[in-house]
């Protein structure tokens, strides 16, 4: 990937009134990247990408898509095009008229227009379609005609608001791969927003995790699930989430115990400072059951689910360590049982900054 940068965000801040939306947010994407933004509810996805688009006046800070200061240009002059989650389709417009429809208003000449939106719903798999009108579409075939109109202008960057989150959990999957795909074979800028961090980690090269209007942390997908900064991310980032479990370094750091009934005590990767609170974060697919007296976390069984090919096991009083299977096992509510996790794999936490140690 080409380091030069399509969009830049400098220091950049949003209020809305007295509410502080956006707090200082940098932020540089590279042409080509594929740049998710997640968090929960609230934290400023929306907003960022809202001001991305020109949507939303930025208060503070600098905002350049290809070298050029953004801050004051309208949205149609950003070279910017967005995809909602609600479609946003004129509903008496066919597939081709909705199409060609920001063509037309730029006057390209009519069969000109045509022909790049019939290449277009080529590419996308519309071209059967182009007669029908949206209420005649399938959700999926509805959100392809909004990425559809996307596609025909061209546009530097694409930015995408949930745009999946009406759809069924199969097609959802399916769609994931489909705009990743189009992403590559044009070339494109995309910025995603979505609250479904498996939906982020699986498309994006690039993933920043947002909360309360404040960047958390950003970075490839594998190295904030590997090396997240603070408990915050650590939880949002893996599914299910990671356990947190109150602990105690020991005399020489080299070592945790948990406060949990038989006070296991966990080897560390490395040494850290002695007899200090830590929050222990276990990952529920790296800890792995053996048979009683043969590993480190002595506990009974709670809770078991199935999907079949995953089994998901909660432990401790109140199923409060969740593990996570991909074997089946013989194992039944109420059985004690062993749990062991590499020493590797364990994640230190400061419990009053709540900033990994
Ligand atoms: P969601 O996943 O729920 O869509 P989000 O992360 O996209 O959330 P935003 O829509 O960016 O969140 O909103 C961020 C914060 O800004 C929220 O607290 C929201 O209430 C507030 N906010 C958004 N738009 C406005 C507005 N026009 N006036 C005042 N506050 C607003």
Do not use: F, K, M, T
């Given at each position: 990937m080409t380091q030069e940068l399509q969009i830049e965000l400098n220091g950049v801040d949003k209020h809305y009134g007295a509410f502080h939306a956006l707090k200082d947010i940098q932020l540089a994407i590279p042409k080509g990247a594929f740049v998710a933004l997640v968090g929960p509810s609230g934290c400023g996805k929306s907003t960022l990408l809202r001001s991305i688009a020109g949507l939303e006046t930025i208060s503070g800070g600098e905002m350049k898509i290809t070298d050029e200061?953004?801050?004051?240009?309208p949205p149609r002059h950003r070279d910017v095009a967005m995809v909602f989650q609600s479609y946003a389709l004129y509903p008496h417009m066919t597939v081709i008229d909705n199409l060609t429809y920001s063509l037309r208003l730029k006057k390209t000449p009519k069969a000109e227009a045509r022909k790049i939106a019939e290449e277009v719903a080529a590419t996308i798999g519309l071209e059967n379609l182009l007669d029908r009108f949206p209420r005649e579409l399938s959700g999926g075939q509805r959100q392809r005609v909004a990425m559809g109109r996307a596609i025909v202008r061209r546009p530097k960057v694409f930015l995408f608001d949930e745009p999946l989150s009406n759809l069924d959990a199969s097609l959802r999957v399916h769609m994931r791969k489909e705009i990743r795909a189009l992403h590559d074979r044009l070339g494109a800028t995309s910025v995603y927003v979505t609250h479904d961090q498996i939906e982020a980690m699986t498309m994006a090269d690039h993933v920043v995790v947002m909360r309360a209007g404040v960047i958390e942390q950003q970075g490839a997908p594998l190295e904030l699930y590997d090396r997240p900064a603070s408990q915050f991310v650590a939880g949002f980032i893996g599914s299910p989430a990671m356990n947190f479990v109150d602990g105690v370094t020991n005399a020489d750091g080299t070592a945790v115990t948990l406060e949990i009934d038989g006070a296991p005590e966990l080897k560390l990767p490395r040494q850290v400072a002695c007899n200090q609170k830590v929050t222990v974060g276990l990952r529920p697919e790296h800890l792995s059951i053996s048979a009683?007296?043969?590993?480190t976390i002595t506990t009974k069984i709670s809770v078991i689910e199935s999907t079949g090919s995953t089994t998901y096991v909660g432990a401790g009083d109140t199923g409060k360590i969740t593990i996570v299977l991909s074997e089946r096992r013989d194992i039944s509510v109420g059985d004690t049982i062993d749990l062991s996790i590499n020493a590797k794999d364990i994640h230190l936490f400061d419990p009053h900054s709540q900033m990994a140690i």
């Open positions: 200061v953004v801050n004051n240009v009683a007296g043969q590993g």
